[in-house]
Nanobody, 131 residues
C-alpha cells in the first residue's frame, strides 16, 4: 500500500523560496508517476508538477520556471522546490502517486490525479505567501 507524507510547508514573503518534501513508502518509484498538486476548500485541484517513472517532468504553466520537482530514490523522497513565490501560490500542497499501469503517459497521469478518486495521496502541507 503506497503511503505518502508531506512536510516543509510554511509561510514566506512574496519572492521568497520554500521546499516541500514527501516521504514515500510502499512502492517503487520506477512503477509510479509522482506529482505535486494544490487545492483549497471549494476550489478545483490543480496539478503543479508531475514526474514519470523515467524522470521526465511536466509543469503547470503557472509555475514553469519557478518550481522544480525532484526525487531522491535513496531516501524514498519527492521534493518540490518553489522559487519566486507569489501570493497566488498560497494553497494546501499534496503529493500523490499513481501506478504506471493506470496512466499511459505523464499527461494522462496529471489529468487522472487531478480528479477525485485517483492515486494515492498524502495529507497535505500548507504554503502561505504574503505580499
Amino acid at each position: 500500500q503506497a503511503q505518502l507524507m508531506e512536510s516543509g510547508g510554511g509561510s514566506v514573503q512574496s519572492g521568497g523560496s520554500l521546499i516541500v518534501s514527501c516521504d514515500v513508502s510502499g512502492y517503487t518509484y520506477s512503477e509510479y508517476y509522482q506529482g505535486w498538486f494544490r487545492q483549497s476548500p471549494g476550489t478545483e485541484r490543480e496539478g503543479v508538477a508531475v514526474m514519470d517513472p523515467d524522470g521526465s517532468t511536466m509543469y503547470a504553466d503557472s509555475v514553469k520556471g519557478r518550481f522544480t520537482i525532484s526525487r531522491d530514490n535513496s531516501k524514498n523522497a519527492l521534493y518540490l522546490q518553489m522559487n519566486s513565490l507569489k501570493p497566488e501560490d498560497t494553497d494546501m500542497y499534496y503529493c500523490a502517486a499513481i501506478h504506471r499501469a493506470i496512466a499511459m503517459n505523464i499527461r494522462q497521469a496529471l489529468a487522472l490525479m487531478s480528479r477525485e478518486g485517483f492515486g494515492n495521496w498524502g495529507q497535505g502541507t500548507q504554503v502561505t505567501v504574503s505580499s
